[in-house]
């Protein structure tokens, strides 16, 4: 099939890139000119691990294409796939559709023959109709159907998550478009779980999923809180709760507090979405909140732990929002580094592939390592705030000598807490 995707960024691309990996012939559409001129160039513009290879093979096969031209990338395509970004508005924090509503109108004109419109951008329920409204409006005669195609991959495993999805949910009101998506997908059949459904309860599935895993993170780090403070291991209890099915072991493990470019945007959506419908959600909003006050949390650790220290020097081990990408946005160790920022400490920071991404957002308020052993070098606190395994295996005894003062607070769990105690460290972890 011909596949158009408009926006190339941590959806957009690693879906075209899976989508020609299946056979399909695919053109990315982005409005940025210097990415689509990276990418045609060959030089991939973001970090998943695996994109790359499939990236390379798949230009040199002629199955992805990159473009600016959306005349180019829609006029043949059988299915048009929207991927751009719904950041929150900066004051009501709902969904800021104006990239959406941007890419329908702009699309619409280009429209021949039959086509299929999915939205895989996270959008507020209605959306679909909205989509097809801007669509007929701009071009009465344009044969097509919006339908909702939510995106569940996780930041880090975009490639695996592509190959091996948990569920496809479609949100289609009409047999034509379902058979498209279908066709799609041919691979996936008998695969994966493939649900149907109506286009507005997909949107909503998506928000739901979202802001029920956001509530099990901050239910977890609530509980992690109260077995530091009573003597119980989170570990011991989680892996208590999570053997039983209803409850599952995902989505168990305490840390910093939620981040990335979804929870936090979609909470707030719902959050918003609710209060227009009267409807309460007191849940999301205890979560919302509860996730704010976590990152400051966090950073009165890392502060009490060299209190009454003049000129205090953090290692910060970790920027990016989790591990297995390079993005920083809403992470939650950029909030923390920026609450210590406040205290006028010095940071040296380290992280194995967001350095970049990084330095775009905190600019020289902070100073950046070459590795992990040079952010550490006369540091009062080492604060690790992403989960890289490669911060699992520091060796303790180096670290040590680097040090002026013995301090750790590890927000992941990720060193051995008999290690840090034999090297002498005044070590604290999370939850117990
Ligand atoms: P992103 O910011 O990385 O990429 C969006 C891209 O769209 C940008 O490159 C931008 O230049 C481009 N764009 C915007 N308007 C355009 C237009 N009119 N024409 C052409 N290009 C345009 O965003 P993302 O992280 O890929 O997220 C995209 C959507 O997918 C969001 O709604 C997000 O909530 C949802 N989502 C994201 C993830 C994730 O893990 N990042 C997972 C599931 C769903």
């Not at 948990?166 to 799609?184: H, P, Q, S, W």
């Not at 099915?245 to 979405?273: H, Q, V, W």
């Not at 006050?293 to 966090?298: G, L, S, T, W």
């Not at 592939?353 to 600019?363: D, E, P, R, S």
Request: with cysteine; aromatic share 8%; net charge neutral.
């Amino acid at each position: 099939m011909k596949v158009g995707i408009i926006g190339t960024g941590y959806v957009g691309l690693p879906t075209g890139v899976g989508l020609a990996e299946l056979g399909h012939n695919v053109i990315c559409i982005d409005r940025e000119q210097s990415k689509i001129d990276a990418l045609k160039n060959g030089k991939i513009t973001l970090y998943e691990d695996g994109l790359e290879e499939l990236f390379h093979k798949n230009i040199k096969e002629g199955h992805i294409k990159f473009t600016t031209s959306m005349k180019e990338g829609i006029e043949n395509a059988d299915i048009v796939i929207i991927a751009v970004g719904t950041p929150p508005h900066p004051v009501t924090h709902e969904a800021d559709m104006k990239y959406i509503h941007a890419a329908a109108t702009e699309l619409a004109e280009h429209l021949q023959g039959y086509t299929v419109i999915a939205t895989k951008s996270t959008v507020p329920v209605g959306t679909g109709d909205d989509i097809e409204n801007l669509i007929k409006k701009k071009n009465p005669k344009a044969d097509f159907d919006v339908v909702s195609l939510p995106e569940f991959l996780r930041e880090g495993f975009a490639v695996h998550d592509f190959f091996n999805p948990d569920r496809i949910v479609v949100g289609a009101n009409t047999e034509r478009a379902c058979n498209v998506i279908k066709e799609l997908y041919k691979s996936f059949e008998n695969k994966t779980n493939m649900l149907f459904v109506k286009r507005r309860s997909s949107e909503v599935i998506k928000y739901a999923s979202n802001s029920f895993l956001a509530i099990k993170i901050h239910y977890i780090n609530e509980m992690a809180n109260f077995c530091e403070k009573t003597g119980a291991d989170i570990y011991e209890v989680a892996k208590g709760m999570g053997l039983d099915s209803r409850i599952g072991p995902k989505f168990l493990n305490p840390g910093p507090g939620y981040g990335g470019s979804c929870f936090p945007k979609d909470t707030m959506a719902m959050e918003y979405m609710a209060r227009q419908n009267n409807v309460d959600m007191t849940l999301i909003s205890a979560a919302i909140n509860g996730n704010i006050k976590r990152k400051k949390e966090m950073a009165d650790r890392i502060l009490n732990s060299v209190k009454g220290i003049e000129n205090v020097k953090i290692a910060v081990l970790g920027l990016a929002f989790k591990n297995g990408t390079d993005d920083c946005r809403e992470s939650p160790a950029m909030d923390i580094v920026c609450e210590l920022l406040k205290s006028g400490a010095k940071i040296t920071a380290f992280d194995p592939k967001a350095m970049n991404t990084a330095k775009i957002l905190l600019g020289d308020k902070i100073n950046y390592a070459d590795n992990m052993y040079e952010a550490l070098k006369d540091a009062n606190v080492l604060a690790i705030l992403t989960e890289w395994e490669e911060f699992k295996n520091l060796d303790l005894n180096k670290v040590a000598k680097l040090m002026r003062n013995k301090n750790i607070i590890d927000c992941r769990n990720l060193i051995d807490i008999e290690n840090a105690s034999t090297n002498g460290f005044n070590y604290k972890g999370i939850g117990r």
